[in-house]
């Protein structure tokens, strides 16, 4: 057992380019769930399983940063949120006018666009819908009156680019056009050259005017998505869910799942290890019975048996794994404890009649807590790993965005097979690197408070 004090193991740790690198990698994980809970919305992270709170991001879409590596460029799904409005008055008839610009540099067509709006009015107003081009060409896109309302209503609406109304429309310009664009979506209509079936690209301006009698006509949302192949640092899934977000989030999850399991873990461990072998004899040779009863339980089965029998909760995994993570520490604990007993000073302290937990926590405690910050850092991925694997098997808590419950719905949508990658490799690094800078921070302190290891 060493001695080492704390101020030597700090100085001891700071020299050790393992124990660097692993706080180093600690450092960031902990930057990145502050910037997690900071930057993203908590009703986000909430609606991690809704999927109508994704329905305007692309379905499978590739990270954006692909197109520094490819000479096509792949079109990136714009979501436009902020228009430019101007309202006039002309007699009776009141216009609201909404513009969304959009700069087109991409070699291959959009696969749609979606206008969403939301409008107070009363009457039937006329809504039209049109696009001027970058060649300064305007194509009419929709023009159609909105439900009757006896008095001012608000409306919600989805306008598609594969409505049969825009596709009609587009056709009857076709004299625009030197080539036949019949077979042609309408998304490819108006991003297309006149003369060729090529992207044409440069500055678009989307126009929506809403024509009333009524001057407290008006649009209060809208909001143009343009449909692309590209979305966000690292994509989206097969439910058009934003990876990035789910990679961020569970960030923080993995750190609270593995320090709160280390940690308790290794505090309940080494209690009972202690006092076992303080108290000797009957009491030792009990406890250590039922702690090997404990150690004999299959973990993994029965963590999945206790998922599908009583709740997949998280914070029931954490306690599940807290019960068969203890064990071992506690093995360890009370072989210290019988060789720390037997010391002069915890001999004098019983002879002059200090009671058994004060000398337990004075006396015996402070010499093993080395030995448990080790056990701490050495424990954490063995608590992350185990959930992304119960995850992974679809047995983790669906309510959180976890990286295990990342992998999971991954594997459950072919992922591997249909060559997404950025749906796969993302969260395996970063199970892989939290446990990596765990295991660099464990092994640099066991080797400080080892004696043999130093050696």
């Known amino acids: 057992m060493s001695s080492t004090t704390p101020l030597e193991i700090k100085q001891e740790f700071f020299k050790s380019k393992m124990g660097v690198s692993g706080i180093s990698i ?24 809704n999927p109508t709170s994704w329905i305007s991001y692309p379905k499978v879409a590739v990270p954006v940063w692909i197109n520094l590596f490819t000479t096509e460029k792949i079109p990136a799904h714009i979501i436009l949120e902020n228009p430019s409005i101007q309202t006039n008055t002309k007699g009776e008839i009141s216009l609201t006018s909404h513009q969304f610009g959009i700069n087109f540099q991409y070699d291959s067509f959009p696969n749609d666009f979606i206008y969403e709006f939301s409008s107070k009015y009363s009457g039937t107003p006329l809504l039209q819908m049109s696009v001027i081009r970058p060649d300064d060409i305007e194509l009419e896109l929709i023009s159609t009156s909105l439900p009757f309302a006896s008095k001012t209503n608000t409306h919600n609406e989805r306008i598609f680019s594969t409505d049969e109304l825009i596709k009609k429309n587009l056709l009857l310009q076709s004299g625009i056009f030197t080539f036949d664009i019949d077979e042609l979506s309408v998304e490819d209509i108006v991003f297309s050259q006149i003369n060729a079936n090529k992207s044409l690209k440069g500055e678009y301006i989307f126009l929506i005017d809403l024509y009333g009698i009524n001057s407290d006509n008006q649009i209060n949302e809208s909001k143009l998505i343009l449909g692309g192949k590209a979305f966000g640092i690292m994509g989206t899934d097969e439910l058009r869910r934003d990876l990035a977000i789910g990679l961020l989030w569970g960030t923080p999850l993995a750190l609270f799942i593995g320090l709160v399991v280390a940690i308790a873990s290794v505090v309940i461990g080494l209690l009972y290890g202690v006092y076992a072998g303080f108290r000797g004899k009957k009491t030792d040779e009990v406890m250590m019975r039922f702690n090997d009863v404990i150690y004999a339980l299959p973990a993994l089965p029965f963590l999945i048996i206790l998922s599908v029998t009583i709740s997949n909760s998280i914070f029931l995994m954490v306690g599940f794994l807290m019960i068969f993570s203890w064990v071992g520490i506690a093995k360890v604990a009370r072989s210290m404890s019988l060789q720390i007993k037997t010391k002069g000073y915890v001999e004098a302290a019983d002879m002059m009649g200090q009671k058994n937990s004060k000398i337990i926590f004075k006396h015996i405690l402070p010499q093993l807590l080395p030995y448990a910050f080790a056990s701490i850092a050495i424990s954490v991925p063995a608590a992350i790993t185990t959930e992304a694997g119960l995850s992974f098997l679809g047995l983790g808590d669906p309510t959180f965005p976890t990286w295990g419950h990342i992998l999971h719905d991954a594997s459950t949508f072919g992922a591997a097979a249909r060559g997404l990658w950025w749906w796969i490799v993302p969260p395996g690094l970063m199970i892989a690197v939290t446990g990596l800078a765990f295991v660099f921070i464990g092994n640099a302190l066991d080797v400080i408070v080892n004696p043999k290891l130093k050696r």
């Open 26 to 49: 600690l450092a960031a994980l902990v930057l990145i769930s502050i910037i997690a809970m900071i930057a993203i919305p908590l009703n986000t992270f909430q609606e991690w399983n």
